[in-house]
């Protein structure tokens, strides 16, 4: 970038919430995947973002799975 800041995590949950806001779920997972290449690790509120938005239960089942595998247990809020 012009001033060779790295974005933070909340930069790419800021980023996340304008793409759930206009219903693009492949930005969502595209703002998911950089913020993983940035190094930081994912929340439950980025994970929560992806499940409003996915298009089929298969999507929701398999981002279940990869929460889990990132230590996240679902919590009232994913499921609600």
């Not at 994912?42 to 999507?59: E, I, K, V």
Request: a positive charge; one cysteine or more; charged letters at 15%.
């Amino acid at each position: 970038t012009r001033w060779s800041l790295a974005p933070r995590r909340n930069t790419f949950h800021c980023m996340m919430r304008v793409a759930s806001r206009a219903h693009r779920p492949d930005q969502l997972r595209a703002y998911l995947r950089g913020m993983l290449a940035a190094g930081h690790q994912p929340t439950a509120f980025s994970y929560n973002m992806l499940l409003q938005h996915s298009p089929t239960l298969d999507a929701c089942l398999a981002t279940l799975q990869e929460m889990e595998q990132q230590g996240l247990p679902p919590s009232v809020h994913t499921y609600n």
